[in-house]
Nanobody, 115 residues
Framework: EVQLVESGGGLVQPGGSLRLSCAAP????????MSWVRQAPGKGLEWVST????????NYADSVKGRFTISRDNAKNTLFLEMNSLKPEDTAVYYC????????RGQGTQVTVSS
């Protein structure tokens, strides 16, 4: 069973920053490309970013490009999402997930961007 545990969410003002983490105990995340996806209130899952297994290929949704940075530490089996210049429309529950199979995702961490 895949176990992914997100953390680092919170309440932040517009223009602020947060760093999300995703630990993968008992799951060798380094064997997979990994993604961050999000779900805003009343909406479906939205892809945010993907990083390949070797940490040398990253893709971003247009809505976050230039503001968010995905990274991974395979030695620590951990995925990160650095979020800068946050906007109210970034408010959502953020999940890390196995790329291509979002059913394999954690419980999520809430990010709220509001003044």
């Amino acid at each position: 069973e895949v176990q992914l545990v997100e953390s680092g969410g919170g309440l932040v003002q517009p223009g602020g920053s947060l760093r999300l983490s995703c630990a993968a105990p008992g799951f060798t995340a380094s064997n997979y490309a990994m993604s961050w996806v999000r779900q805003a209130p009343g909406k479906g899952l939205e892809w945010v970013s993907t990083i390949n297994r070797g940490d040398n290929g990253r893709n971003y949704a247009d809505s976050v490009k230039g503001r968010f940075t995905i990274s991974r530490d395979n030695a620590k089996n951990t995925l990160f999402l650095e979020m800068n210049s946050l906007k109210p429309e970034d408010t959502a529950v953020y999940y890390c997930a196995q790329a291509g199979d979002w059913s394999k995702r954690g419980q999520g961490t809430q990010v709220t961007v509001s003044s």
